[in-house]
Every structure is written in C-alpha cells, then in structure tokens.
C-alpha cells in the first residue's frame, strides 16, 4: 500500500502571493491533520479532519484554512504568504483521531517564501 | 496553553553508549507518542504510552511514561550510528490536540 504522499514537494512563493498544498492519505485512513515545521523545532499543529470535517485548529492566523474531500484527501490554503511561513509542511494520516492513534506522516512539502 | 518540553536539545555520544531523553509537559496529558525524524525526513511513529507509570520496551528503547502523566523519558542502550535522528515526544491534553515536543537530536558517532 502507498504511504501517505503530498505534492509538491517544494515550492518558492513570493510574499503577498498564496498556496495550495495537497495531501492523500492512506487508503482507509479517515483522519488528515497538517503540521508546520520550522527548521530545528518539532511540529506544530495546524488542523485536524476527520469524517470531512474540522476537528481541531491550532494556534494559526485565519490566514490558513483548510478542507478535506470525500475521498479523504485535503488540502492547505494560505493566503497572503509571509517570509515567516517558510517552513515544512507536513501532512498526517491515521486511522481515526490523531491524538490516540499512530499517525503516518508524508514527506512533507518544503515551502520557502521570499 | 499547552507545552511540551524536552532535554537535552542535543547529545553527542559514541557508538555503544545510552542515552536519555526526557519530555515534560506544562499539563497532564492522557496519553504519549514518541516519534523520530531522521535528518531531512519525516517523523516516524514509535510507541504510545496510555498509563499512568507505564514501560514499554523496544528492543534497545525503553519508554516510560511518568506517574503523574505529565513526564515521559526515551531511554536507548548501547546506540548504534542507526539512532542518529531527532526525537519528539508528543502528548494529548485536555484539548485532544497532539502537542510536540521541542525535540532531542541525537549524534552517534563511531
């Protein structure tokens, strides 16, 4: 079986501009949480989905939103990018919620706004 | 909110040595993942600990979770270059949100 995958897998932005990162779980996984990583600390949660539908936020600006489809795979959006949003971003699948269960991560999309 | 901290930041050991990383939580938590990342890639699952005082043993990884719930440790014996990577504890807390660690990276050399 596939792992978790994520595209792209890197991307240059320019400050002001927006982002679309995507995501596909492991098949018969119904959770999808996205994570930000910054270069030398742990990650940082930024959403969880399941069932299609937002089951936590983390501490991000309105800036990032995102949403998951009925295949259960999601997307990222964020709008008007800062140099600050540099990061990786990494997307993870389990089986049911996150905060109980092994979570699969993917390779992540490195992000670098300039 | 919620915070999750680990040390040391860094350890630099030889092959064949231990080492220790500890996690502290500012909550309790209800339960504890361990994770590593090895070096340009992506946190790996490596246990979870659910109870109060917990050990759980992984070939050279010993896991504990503390009686309290609020501190975890991550114990390797006699490491090998194969350990090198950073590894996070993660902890969910009353708001049913996975909390990372700050992370421990850890260096083998021979």
């Known amino acids: 079986d596939a792992g978790v995958t994520q595209s792209p897998t890197h991307l240059i932005k320019t400050r002001g501009q927006h982002v679309t990162l995507r995501c596909s779980p492991i098949s018969g996984h119904k959770s999808v949480s996205w994570y930000q990583q910054v270069l030398g600390q742990g990650p940082q949660f930024i959403f969880q989905?399941?069932?299609?539908?937002?089951?936590g936020r983390g501490n991000f600006p309105d800036r990032f939103s995102a949403r998951q489809f009925p295949n259960y795979s999601s997307e990222l959006n964020v709008n008007a990018l800062l140099l600050g949003d540099s990061a990786l971003y990494l997307c993870?699948?389990?089986?049911?919620?996150?905060?109980?269960?092994?979570?699969?991560f993917g390779p992540g999309t490195r992000l670098t706004v300039l | 909110g919620q915070q999750v901290m680990q040390i040391p930041q860094y350890q630099h050991v030889q092959e064949g040595e231990d080492f220790t990383t500890y996690c502290n939580s500012s909550t309790t938590l209800s339960n504890i993942q361990w994770y590593k990342q090895r070096p340009g890639g992506h946190p790996v699952f490596l246990i979870q600990l659910v109870k109060s005082g917990e050990v759980k043993k992984q070939k050279r990884l010993t896991f504990q979770f503390g009686e309290a719930k609020k501190n975890s440790s991550l114990h390797i014996t006699a490491t090998q270059t194969t350990d090198v990577g950073t590894y996070f504890c993660?902890?969910?807390?009353?708001?049913?949100?996975?909390?990372f660690g700050t992370g421990t990276r850890l260096q083998v050399t021979l």
């Open positions: 993870a699948s389990s089986l049911h919620a996150p905060s109980y269960n092994e979570q699969f």
């Open positions: 989905y399941y069932e299609k539908e937002e089951r």
């Open positions: 993660a902890g969910t807390g009353t708001a049913s949100k996975l909390t």
